[in-house]
């Protein structure tokens, strides 16, 4: 028996698609004969497997279980629950992978799949071989057992565990994700007072798009904040793998301001140490980690070249711009805005006790939102290749860890090609309005010399 794959469902670091177009349950029954198989020629026996609230999840869950057991694994479900839950079964369960079933902050009509592999993401060629294997039919034979394990208490219980964080007033915005029960439990433990939107498990998403990295849907968190005179304000993207969050005047603190605030009692605790940001993130970020005393590390966008780039530098803490936040400090590695929240309302009550205050001391500097647009799958690459070379020719600061980051006198400008879709991604961060408006120039020019525009914003 063999199959194939929709080729646009087999991303860099997850395997996701629309269901009844380019995923379903046939593709849910190769994907656990294929991950089985890997587990098996690896020595392992055992799969945990969760899922998230999307309508479509059900029976993605049962297909995919059908496949992993007539490989030959074991299977233990661990429920309905966010992808951080299914991490940390995987972390801590007898199990020798894990695969999690979510449409993450995508459009009710998508859904995936985020595997790890004996406690390592489990992405790029790996995703591309379920792929080879099912076209060849090249799948394990067996029949493994499928039992169910409890872990959402568990994994309450480890959220909690010592912690030493102050009473605070906080707004909590679910956005119908899969957060909901485990955000209930939490904050019913958590001292302080606590108010609470949207945590019943929803995937049809009637109240907002579970993206917290996009202003517009804070909306209801901001009036939250502001109308009951909160300290703060945190939220949750649709698998509660990625935080926003909002000071008592209903300001964003972006994923890069997050990481700086997250950084300093780690760096108390870890002196000396490597924290970890994706090329996206503020030079004040990089600057400020300096400061602390920590080694400030730039390295490429994408969760599991992050999860892969710690593991490899021992660093204790790491983010991007996205709200992935992955602490190795006193956690696991994996990112989880779950237990990002946790650390920091400890952060918060360690610096003073004031987020607001936090976010008035960070430096001023105008910025752009990510902008995007379309340019063909072949060109995009390439069109970064030749802007770098011409850069370099005309001796540019260039860092070209991810894409071009250029720095000038102005700031710095980013362009990468995204590994998931058919964009190019820009951002440009300035001391001024001046200082941005030449830096948009500069990308203006070097997009223009490749025949490309910025154009008007393809959206997410």
Known sequence: MTHRFDPTSLREYDIRGIVGKSLGPD????????????????????VAVGWDGRVSSPSLRDALVKGLSESGVDVVRTGLGPTPMLYYAEATLEVDGGIQITGSHNPADYNGFKMVLQHKPFFGEDIQGIGLMAAEGDWEEGQGEVTDAEVEDLYVDRLLAGYAGGAFRIGWDNGNGAGGRVLEKLVARLPGEHHLLYTEIDGSFPNHHPDPTEEKNLQDLKKLVLDKGLDFGIAFDGDADRIGAIDGQGRVIWGDQLLSILAEPVLREVPGGTIIADVKASQALYDRIAEL?????????????????????????????????FFRHNWYGFDDAIYSAVRLIQAVRVLGGSLTALKDKMPELVNTPEMRFQVDESRKFAVVTEILDRLEQNGADVNRTDGARVNTVDGWWLLRASNTQDVLVARAEANDQAGLDRLLAQIDEQLALSGLERGPQAGH
């Open 293 to 325: 005393g920590g080694k400030p590390l730039m390295w490429k966008t994408g969760h599991s070249l992050i999860k892969t780039k710690m593991a490899e530098t021992g660093s204790p803490l790491a983010g991007e711009m996205s709200g992935h936040i």
């Open 27 to 46: 593709d849910a029954y190769a994907i656990g004969r294929g991950f089985g198989t890997v587990v098996r020629r690896a020595g392992g026996t055992r």
